[in-house]
């Protein structure tokens, strides 16, 4: 009798671990090897109010164009919704502050994850010493049209700025991001 309850305790501990890991909210998204941001509440000072950009995401030879709209406040967080370029909902991203991300997936797109596109929205638009705060194993440095990210002197992600068009190229991950803003 005393196998079978260790048995049966065993299997309910792992059960428990399972569930306890799928979900916990990851807050940290690997940006390049050996280099992760946090994914905190956004500056009190950063209000975003019906953000909207196009993305033109290059990877391995392919392109995809999505829709963005973000808003943040200081009220309900970060509110983030993905389209396909036709306006169907990809998925939405909820951060309220001081609680942990939530997301709505509404078109099951492989290899798409929301932390990882709000991470490179971070990237481009929290002010920089901000970001240095988040990341770990790596640095952000801001010139006038341009933010570097580096680690031990090796160039990770480089962001240039060139009025309405801002791109995103991250060398370890190998993709390219174009962020465009829809005139409103």
């Not at 502050?97 to 939530?102: D, H, Q, R, S, V």
């Not at 990770?156 to 190998?174: A, E, R, W, Y």
Request: aromatic share 6%; with cysteine.
């Amino acid at each position: 009798m005393p196998v079978v309850i260790r048995i049966t305790a065993f299997v309910i501990v792992m059960l428990l671990t399972a569930c306890t890991t799928q979900f916990a909210p990851q807050n940290e998204v690997e940006i390049a090897d050996n280099a992760s941001l946090e994914l905190a509440d956004p500056p009190k000072q950063l209000v975003i109010d019906n953000w909207q950009q196009v993305l033109h995401v290059s990877h391995q030879q392919q392109q995809h164009t999505l829709l963005a709209q973000l808003s943040i406040d200081d009220q309900q967080g970060i509110n983030l919704v993905v389209m396909t370029a036709q306006g169907m909902p990809i998925f939405i991203l909820e951060k309220p502050f001081g609680a942990p991300i939530k997301t709505t997936k509404m078109l099951p797109i492989a290899g798409v994850d929301p932390r990882f596109i709000l991470a490179d929205i971070m990237l481009v638009h929290w002010p920089a010493d901000e970001i240095n705060k988040r990341l770990r194993g790596a640095v952000m440095d801001e010139r006038k049209d341009e933010r570097r990210i580096s680690n031990d002197e090796q160039l990770l992600i480089t962001i240039n700025f060139s009025g309405p068009v801002t791109q995103l190229i991250n060398f370890q991950h190998d993709y390219k991001i174009q962020f465009q803003r829809v005139e409103q």
